[in-house]
């Protein structure tokens, strides 16, 4: 069983910055980010390998960064130029063994 904490969401205007957090309560191989916004389904953010490999959506890119620090069993997202399209609950996720694995999310508002 793999547990994930986030934590770092928070109230932002247009343009600001946040970055998340995520502990897990063990090494994990890829780990990632995804959201879901108010009436949406849940959407992929961006993951990372535990190699430093990263993917992400394209509406993300160029603006939010992932990486890790597997000493630590912590991934991270930093978000710059956040835009209120952003707004969501950002949960992390874990892939061991085939097995997913969800935090219970973090919520950012992104206010215009």
């Known amino acids: 069983q793999v547990q994930l904490v986030e934590s770092g969401g928070g109230l932002v205007q247009a343009g600001g910055s946040l970055r998340l957090s995520c502990v897990a309560s063990?090494?994990?191989?890829?780990m990632g980010w995804y959201r879901q916004g108010p009436g949406k389904e849940r959407e992929f953010v961006a993951t990372?390998?535990?190699?430093?490999?990263?993917d992400y959506a394209d509406s993300v890119k160029g603006r939010f960064t992932i990486s890790r620090d597997n000493a630590k069993n912590t991934v991270y997202l930093q978000m710059n130029s956040l835009k209120p399209e952003d707004t969501a609950v950002y949960y992390c996720?874990?892939?061991?063994?085939?097995?997913?694995?969800w935090g219970k999310g973090t919520l950012v508002t992104v206010s215009s």
């Open positions: 990372i390998t535990s190699g430093g490999n990263t």
């Open positions: 063990g090494s994990i191989g890829v």
């Open positions: 996720n874990a892939n061991k063994y085939g097995v997913p694995y």
